[in-house]
Nanobody, 121 residues
C-alpha cells in the first residue's frame, strides 16, 4: 500500500505565496519522478512541475520563474513553493509520484487526494 498525502493549500491574495507538501508512505522501494498537477474549475488536469529522482526539473510555461519544485528523498517528500500567485493559479493541486512498491515488478503512478489553492482578493 502506498499513499500520497498533501498539505499546504489555502486562500491567498494575489501576489502572495504558498508552499505545498506531499509525503509518500507505505511499502516503497523506489520513488522515481514526483510532480504536481492542477485542475482549475471546469478545465482538465495539467502538469505544473515535476522533478526526477536525479533532480532534473520541468515546469509549465505559465509557472516558470514563480514556482519551484523540490524533493527530499530521505523524507519521500516533494514540495512546491508558489510565489507571485495569480487568480489564474486557482485550482485543486494534486501530487503525483511514480513508485515501485515492495513485491511489485514495475512502477505505478500514484495520486494524492488534492488540495485546494484559491488566489483571490
Amino acid at each position: 500500500q502506498v499513499q500520497l498525502v498533501e498539505s499546504g493549500g489555502g486562500l491567498v491574495q494575489p501576489g502572495g505565496s504558498l508552499r505545498l507538501s506531499c509525503a509518500a508512505s507505505g511499502r516503497i522501494v523506489v520513488i522515481y519522478t514526483m510532480g504536481w498537477y492542477r485542475q482549475p474549475p471546469g478545465k482538465e488536469r495539467e502538469l505544473v512541475a515535476a522533478v526526477t529522482s536525479g533532480g532534473t526539473t520541468n515546469y509549465a510555461d505559465s509557472v516558470k520563474g514563480r514556482f519551484t519544485i523540490s524533493r527530499d528523498n530521505a523524507k519521500s517528500t516533494v514540495y512546491l513553493q508558489m510565489n507571485s500567485l495569480k487568480p489564474e493559479d486557482t485550482a485543486v493541486y494534486y501530487c503525483n509520484a511514480d513508485i515501485m512498491s515492495a513485491g511489485s515488478v514495475r512502477m505505478y503512478g500514484y495520486w494524492g487526494q488534492g488540495t485546494q489553492v484559491t488566489v483571490s482578493s
